[in-house]
């Protein structure tokens, strides 16, 4: 897994997919509150209306590279994950969602507290 003290190094520069078509700006990293270890990231993207949104994309399997931070899941798919504002926040009852759009299991702790805390 990527230190989340590196990966904020690189907030605002490109993601891009496997294939390496970009999807947006890297934005923040989400920790996992039971291991802090970063789980998700959150990728500035603009629509053609010109408002943005922040994605989630999940950083299992993301490679550093010196030009950008690949991901292991399509841009078309990320494109479709949960998003928020960029003045937003993810909600507790939101975050079943984004683990469920690409496949993972959610699970809280086990006073059911949150499970993604921004870095």
Do not use: C, Q
Not at 8 to 25: F, L, Q
């Amino acid at each position: 897994m990527i230190p989340v003290e590196n990966i904020r190094d690189w907030r605002g520069r490109p993601v891009v997919d496997p294939v390496e078509a970009k999807i947006g700006d890297l934005e923040a990293v989400y920790v996992d509150t039971l291991g802090d270890e970063p789980v998700f990231a959150t990728i500035k993207v603009s629509s053609l209306f010109g408002k943005t949104k922040l994605l989630f994309v999940p950083l299992g399997g993301a490679v550093v590279t010196p030009a950008h931070l690949k991901v292991a899941f399509g841009r078309e798919l990320v494109r479709e994950a949960p998003f928020i504002d960029p003045d937003g926040e993810l909600h507790a009852s939101d975050e079943p969602g984004v683990f469920s759009h690409y496949g993972l299991e959610y699970r809280t702790g086990s006073l059911g507290e949150r499970r993604l805390a921004r870095r």
